[in-house]
Each structure stands twice: as structure tokens, then as C-alpha cells.
């Protein structure tokens, strides 16, 4: 009996053992995905919102923004997955106290097409910038994405584009906000 609840101990502890191992998150590139759960925790109001879509503009002050929802565009450019492990070339650039991330594909398939990221002395994020690209049969669509940072607070982004659908002409649009 005293073997049998050995081996069943054992079982239980290898299988412990084999789940903590899934849940632990490799990171293969910077860690944006990490970064952005940590600023959908923040709590910033009154940002300026301006929507520009084929030439109509829009402005609207917004309070209590749910960051989650706000920045998903950027959640498009993590190129920390495993799918994408060796895909990117990062290139380090040191500017004073600014350490400049640059990643680049090293083939054109790949969505994500450059993504940048400038951090201040204490590692933490000042800037990140990216460009996406797809195209398909039936649509192509192309974004240039900006967020700047201070004191580890946002205080402007932008989204910069144009998608064009099969049979209809291209449409360019941009969003952008700014702390009031």
C-alpha cells in the first residue's frame, strides 16, 4: 500500500511540475504583451480623441478610458510569441540614457513589419512605435502605430492608415489622442 501511494505522489508531483512548466511565459523578444497588462491597470482621464476618416474629423474629450480596448491595436504588433521565435532580427542602440530596441523580419511575410521601442535608464518604456502590413486576395491594410509614455503613464498615441477591400477604393483614417 505504502509503494502504491508513493507512485501516486510521484505521479501528482510530476504533474505539478508539468504545469508550471506550460504557464511559464518564455520570452523570445520584449516582453509588450507583459508591458500593456500593466498600463490597462492605470487610471488616466480626459485625453483629447481625434478621429480622422477620409477627411471627416471628429473630437471628443474621453474620461475613464478602458485602456484594454483603447490600445488592442497594439496588442497586433507582439512579436513575443513562439511562432514567431528567430523570425526578427533585434538590433540595440544605446542614445545617452535611451536604449533603443529595433526589430525587424527577416523575410516579408510576417504582419509585423518593424516595431521599436525606446527605454529610459530603469528599462521602462518611453516610446513605441510599429508598422503592420497585410495583404491578402480580398483586402490589404497597412498601420503605422505610435505610444509615447512619461513617468510610465501614457500621455499620447496614434494610429496612422489605409485598408482598401476587393472592389472598393482605399480609405485612409488616423486616430489620435493626447492627455489633457
Avoid at 23 to 43: T, V
Avoid at 100 to 105: A, E, F, S
Wanted: proline fraction near 2%; aromatic fraction near 14%.
Amino acid at each position: 500500500m505504502n509503494k502504491l501511494l508513493a507512485v501516486i505522489y510521484l505521479f501528482l508531483l510530476a504533474a505539478c511540475y508539468q504545469k508550471q512548466k506550460k504557464d511559464e511565459k518564455i520570452n523570445y523578444y520584449y516582453d509588450l504583451e507583459g508591458f500593456l497588462e500593466e498600463l490597462y491597470q492605470q487610471k488616466q482621464a480626459n485625453f483629447l480623441k481625434t478621429t480622422l476618416i477620409e477627411k471627416q474629423k471628429q473630437q471628443k474629450k474621453v474620461e475613464n478610458i478602458a485602456w484594454q480596448k483603447e490600445l488592442a491595436f497594439l496588442e497586433q504588433a507582439n512579436i513575443n510569441k513562439s511562432a514567431y521565435r528567430g523570425l526578427y532580427e533585434e538590433v540595440r542602440k544605446q542614445h545617452g540614457d535611451t536604449l533603443i530596441l529595433q526589430y525587424k523580419p527577416k523575410n516579408n511575410d510576417l504582419k509585423v513589419r518593424w516595431l521599436e521601442i525606446k527605454l529610459n535608464a530603469l528599462q521602462k518604456p518611453l516610446e513605441i512605435n510599429a508598422f503592420l502590413q497585410t495583404e491578402n486576395y480580398l483586402y490589404a491594410s497597412e498601420k503605422e502605430l505610435r505610444l509615447w509614455l512619461k513617468d510610465e503613464k501614457i500621455f499620447r498615441y496614434s494610429i496612422k492608415g489605409k485598408q482598401k477591400m476587393i472592389f472598393a477604393k482605399p480609405e485612409n483614417f488616423e486616430i489620435y489622442a493626447e492627455k489633457l
